[in-house]
């Protein structure tokens, strides 16, 4: 009975908290809270190369505190001794944010997760099972009512052991909604708070996703008393338009990395999420981001994780604000937003970049020659630009030293 009163109630404080979030009016508009849980550190530090120490992990950490994500993934203590101790240092160093630390359904990582967490002001341990058909009869060589009386052990353990307790229904992207809405039930009155739908595979479409997070919202009795938390893979490219369909249909925490690192194609980009939902109003949602401090956060991760962020990658691509077709940018220095639907302060990226190729025009020449202090009449710029297209053919582009070697000749 104590047992059921605490449980009760302490999912009724973190549903406030929620609550509480929810009050930012912009236009009379309520928009709702999505909490960003960062598991940069833990799922999207299982890439090949990318292995973090403890230091680097308590900075990274301090960062991503900073930066205002709700919970930081801090990594998987049961997995190794480096790993439990970069969780006790980033519970001991943080002071706001949730710190979480991963374990199976299995007794002895629920132990090693509460004890790495034991310094946290808030601690989360993120606990599951495979609910899929392969990760039943095929990884776990079991059944779904073992696996449902599994999750549940696992939880009531870690309910024990913690304040807060998430759950995880590995591969719930291939899992049949049926089954998942009985687990989650079951879970929920085991006493976790967040349930997180796993698109393990990454394999959903958007629709799809949506419908299954539809689906739980409309068929799981006890669904109030928890929230459901869109963890999506991007092996089809998908995971940050799943996450977003996630949050349209319910869901209200978004699992994601920086730069979307993460296993094989990785995570859900955190800063793409993000941008998004500060982008389009219309969605109604909001988080506590800092977005100006996303590009800095990047390039820590990028040079920390030794993972090279592709040039055109959204939100933080070295390329992300630069134009270099004359067409763009003509329209570019006419008015920015012609062909930019972000502000590059709002991600603390420097401002947009003219880059001046061969398929540069007029317009791009005069205005970085203006940038340099030269300002061309119109036939100086039409010599200058006759002169321009004899070297740009001949380079990738030209930079402000043989721009103004140029400009002096003239
Ligand atoms: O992708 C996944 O299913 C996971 C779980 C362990 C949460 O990372
Ligand atoms: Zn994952």
Excluded: W
């Amino acid at each position: 009975m104590n047992y059921l009163i605490l449980i009760l109630s302490t999912s009724k404080i973190y549903l406030n908290r929620i609550a509480q979030h929810n009050i930012n009016k912009k236009n009379d508009i309520v928009k709702e809270y999505i909490q960003i849980f960062d598991t940069t550190l833990r799922d999207g530090e299982q890439v090949p190369g990318c292995k973090l120490a403890t230091p680097q992990k308590v900075e990274i950490a301090k960062e991503l505190e900073q930066l205002g994500v709700d919970v930081i993934e801090a990594g998987f203590p049961i997995s190794s001794p480096g790993d439990f101790d970069a969780v006790t240092q980033i519970s001991k160093t943080i002071k706001d944010a949730t710190i979480c630390a991963l374990s199976r359904a299995v007794d002895s990582d629920i132990e090693s997760a509460a004890e790495a967490l034991k310094f946290a002001n808030n601690g989360r341990i993120h606990t599951g099972i495979g609910t899929s058909e392969f990760h039943i009869f095929h990884k776990l060589n079991s059944n779904p009512e073992d696996i449902i009386s599994r999750g549940e052990k696992a939880v009531k353990k870690a309910r024990n052991v913690c304040s807060e307790v998430e759950f995880y229904a590995e591969d719930a992207g291939r899992t049949d909604n049926e089954f998942l809405a009985r687990v989650i039930e079951k879970m929920i009155s085991a006493g976790a708070t967040i349930i997180n739908i796993p698109d393990t595979t990454g394999y959903c479409l958007p629709h799809q996703y949506s419908e299954k997070i539809a689906y739980l919202m409309n068929n799981v009795p006890n669904i109030d008393k928890a929230i459901l938390s869109t963890h999506c893979h991007n092996d089809l490219g998908l995971a940050t338009a799943n996450s977003i369909a996630g949050v349209q249909a319910g869901a209200r925490q978004v699992e994601c990395t920086i730069n979307g690192v993460g296993e094989r194609a990785g995570n859900t980009s955190l800063e793409e999420v993000v941008m998004i939902l500060k982008q389009h109003d219309n969605i109604n949602l909001h988080t506590q981001v800092k977005t100006e401090r996303l590009t800095h956060l990047s390039r820590i991760v990028e040079s920390e994780m030794n993972m090279p962020v592709q040039r055109n990658k959204a939100i933080v691509g070295e390329n992300a604000f630069a134009h270099s077709s004359g067409i763009h940018q003509d329209g570019v220095i006419k008015n920015r937003e012609t062909y930019e639907i972000i502000n590059p302060i709002d991600v603390g990226a420097d401002s947009s970049k003219i880059i001046l190729t061969a398929r540069s025009g007029r317009a791009a020449l005069k205005y970085r020659a203006q940038l340099l202090k030269f300002n061309l009449s119109k036939d100086q710029l039409n010599y200058a630009y006759e002169k321009f297209l004899k070297l740009a053919d001949r380079q990738i582009h030209i930079n402000d030293n043989q721009l103004l070697e140029l400009l002096n000749k003239i």
